[in-house]
């Protein structure tokens, strides 16, 4: 668990956090420099989720070893599926990171949601859903292991 306080706002408690995975953690199907250790660091308070459609069919391979619950979505409403997650999990209780059209109702749904703007560019939708924007997979992550980062960019007063 990990609670987040913002000034101006309330406390935000979260348990799961919830990640896309191309275009957010990975790009071109290859997960990114500095993920695999952050997310190792956050397991050890928030239950990890990974929900892809697995564009490149690495998913598996690329997470293997890691502390996370992978589910690979097949084709159809991945935005639905998506969002179905994070309602399962409890909204109150989840960040959501992500960057990709198919993300915007995960985005909304979540207590904290994040959009990663990395090589493989974020959906406009996915940017206007999210509470922050951030350039990197690492930075996303650097921001629930370093929380200040968060209220300083959140603060309302």
């Known amino acids: 668990m990990l609670e ?8 935000i408690t979260v348990e799961h956090l919830v990640l896309d995975f191309n275009g957010t953690l990975a790009v071109d199907g290859v997960l990114l420099p500095g993920v695999a250790e952050r997310i190792r660091e956050l397991a050890g308070h928030l239950a990890v989720h990974v929900i892809t ?6 998913a598996r391979a690329q997470t293997a070893g890691l502390p996370v619950t992978l589910q690979v979505i097949g084709p159809g409403d991945q935005t639905a599926a998506k969002r179905a997650l994070v309602e399962a999990l409890g909204p109150d209780s989840v960040v959501a990171v992500g960057n990709g059209a198919n993300d915007r109702l995960m985005l909304e749904r979540a207590a904290l949601s994040i959009c990663v703007l990395e090589a493989e560019g974020a959906a406009t939708a996915a940017l206007l859903a999210a509470d922050v924007v951030v350039r990197s997979p690492v930075e996303a992550l650097d921001m629930l292991v370093r929380p200040g980062r968060l209220a300083a960019t959140l603060r309302v007063s």
């Open 4 to 11: 987040l306080r913002v000034p101006g706002r309330d406390p």
């Open 53 to 58: 459609a697995d564009t490149y069919g690495g």
